[in-house]
């Protein structure tokens, strides 16, 4: 993870750069880009337990043994996955936190249209969405 931060504007991203060699063949790790993300909600948000919840649960699916092909050691028995799935993993680690350790903020559901804003990409699967939460009950 990398970030520069100054007194009025600071950006955050993955301190490898973007891997052109590799992109969009689904084996880079994005825990530099999700690092960068946990820095950012801590240093320019103030979301110290957002931040420590993203860390967490990215350290939790290294420690159950999972990686990206581009992180995987010769001879470990660690299981290799794509990008996709470790970004799977993650919030799928951060949903099972304790709810003593998710921010009142965000310990009820919301709407999907606010929902949609924080996961562009398929609002009806994000762990925050009305929908999601009914097909878990």
């Not at 337990?49 to 092909?69: C, H, I, R, Y």
């Not at 581009?70 to 993993?89: P, V």
């Amino acid at each position: 993870p990398s970030a520069c931060v100054g007194p009025e504007q600071s950006y955050y991203e993955p301190s490898h750069g973007s891997a052109p060699d590799i992109a969009g063949k689904g084996i880079a790790n994005p825990y530099s880009m999700l690092g960068s993300v946990a820095m950012m909600l801590e240093m320019s948000f103030n979301m110290d337990t957002e931040a420590a919840n993203l860390w967490k649960a990215m350290q939790s699916v290294f420690s159950d043994g999972f990686t990206t092909p581009d992180l995987a050691r010769r001879g470990d028995a660690e299981k290799q996955i794509s990008t996709s799935e470790f970004g799977d993993r993650v919030v799928a680690a951060l949903a099972a936190l304790p709810q003593s350790a998710v921010p009142a903020a965000y310990s009820a559901v919301v709407p999907d249209d606010e929902a949609a804003q924080v996961c562009p990409a398929e609002a009806s699967s994000c762990p925050l969405s009305k929908q999601s939460a009914e097909a878990e009950a």
